[in-house]
């Protein structure tokens, strides 16, 4: 935000200065890896809500554990009414809905499960 409204009226009237990056200062970031879709469900509902949708398709989407064999995750809802049960963290079925209790008592629901791998 300081970066944009220091710059974005050079910028909009062609008069910003161009110079190039110093990569000593500086690295590049380095690319996606699979393992980076692993949810840890001791986060947040919010946190992993939002690396659902951070790497959902056309990335590999999120993903978890389930009795050994992968299950992809890519839609979750929060579910602000509903209160985590006491015990284990991560996927459960209930009614029908798959759900998910996270590391700080909340719960998301889980819209689009592919089958395990």
């Known amino acids: 935000e300081t970066v944009l409204r220091r710059s974005l009226p050079r910028l909009l009237a062609g008069t910003a200065e161009l110079r ?3 990569i000593a200062r500086g690295s590049y970031h380095g690319a996606r890896r699979p393992g980076d879709g692993r949810i840890d469900w001791s ?3 919010a946190e992993i809500h939002n690396l ?4 959902a398709p056309p990335f590999p989407g999120a993903f ?3 009795g050994g064999r992968k299950r992809m995750i ?6 602000p009414g509903r ?8 996927p459960y079925r209930e009614a029908g809905a798959w759900f998910a209790d996270c590391g700080d008592g909340r719960v998301l629901r889980l819209l ?3 089958p395990p791998t």
Do not use: F, M, P
Request: glycine share 6%.
């Open 20 to 22: 190039a990056q110093d």
């Open 43 to 45: 986060k947040s509902a």
């Open 52 to 55: 659902v949708r951070a790497v």
């Open 64 to 66: 978890t554990e389930d």
């Open 74 to 79: 890519l839609r979750t809802q929060l579910e």
């Open 83 to 90: 209160r985590a049960h006491a015990g284990r963290l991560g």
């Open 112 to 114: 689009h499960i592919d």
